[in-house]
C-alpha cells in the first residue's frame, strides 16, 4: 500500500514538472501598468524593464534586490539610464535577498507608491514562483501582469525552480506561512 502511495507521488511529481518544464510562461502584450517590477537575476529583466518605463507603458520602475554596494550612478550607466529617468521613475530596492523578499520589499514600495497595477519581469522559469509570492504578499485589488523574458534554461535550472515552486506553494498553505 505504501509503495503504491509513494509512486502515485512520484508519478504526480513527474508529471507536475513535464508540464511545468513545457508550458513556461510568456511575454505579456503591451497593457500599460502603474509600475514594472523586476527581481534581480537572469540577463534580460532589467533591459525589459526600461523598454517598458521608456515606452509609457509603466511610469514606475522598481528593481528589488539589488546589491547594497550598486549606486544609482553605476546603474544608470550600466543600463543606459538617463539621470532624469533614475531620479524620476527608477527605484532600487536593496533589502531583499531572494524570492520571498523580493514580495516583501515589492509590497512597501507597492504601498508606498500608491500601485494599483504592476508588471513582474522575470525569467520565464521563475516567474511562477516569483507571481505567486507577489500574489500571496500584495492586496487582492493589485493587478498583477506576467510579462516573463524568454529563456533557454537547462534541465538542472528547470529542476532545481520546480521544486522551489512547489516548496513555495505548499509553504503557503501551511498555518502561519
Known amino acids: 500500500m505504501i509503495r503504491r502511495i509513494l509512486a502515485a507521488i512520484a508519478m504526480l511529481w513527474a508529471l507536475g514538472f513535464l508540464v511545468f518544464a513545457t508550458t513556461l510562461p510568456r511575454p505579456a502584450g503591451d497593457e500599460r501598468t502603474d509600475a514594472v517590477i523586476m ?10 524593464g526600461l523598454e517598458i518605463v521608456r515606452s509609457d507603458r509603466a511610469r514606475l520602475m ?5 546589491d547594497p554596494n550598486v549606486k544609482p550612478k553605476e546603474f544608470a550607466t550600466e543600463f543606459g539610464v538617463p539621470m532624469d529617468v533614475m531620479e524620476c521613475c527608477v527605484t532600487l530596492g536593496f533589502d531583499a535577498v531572494d524570492t ?15 500601485i494599483r497595477s504592476l508588471r513582474i519581469v522575470t525569467s520565464d522559469w521563475h516567474m511562477r514562483r516569483a507571481a505567486g509570492e507577489l500574489r500571496y504578499r500584495l492586496p487582492t485589488n493589485v493587478e498583477i501582469v506576467e510579462d516573463a523574458v524568454a529563456t533557454e534554461p537547462s534541465f538542472a535550472i528547470l529542476m532545481i525552480e520546480y521544486n522551489k515552486w512547489l516548496a513555495s506553494t505548499v509553504s503557503h498553505w501551511l498555518p502561519g506561512a
Open 39 to 48: 527581481p534581480t537575476g537572469a540577463a534580460g529583466r532589467i533591459g525589459r
Open 62 to 66: 522598481l528593481v528589488t534586490g539589488v
Open 100 to 114: 520571498r523578499s523580493n514580495a516583501a520589499e515589492t509590497l512597501r514600495w507597492v504601498e508606498d507608491n500608491k
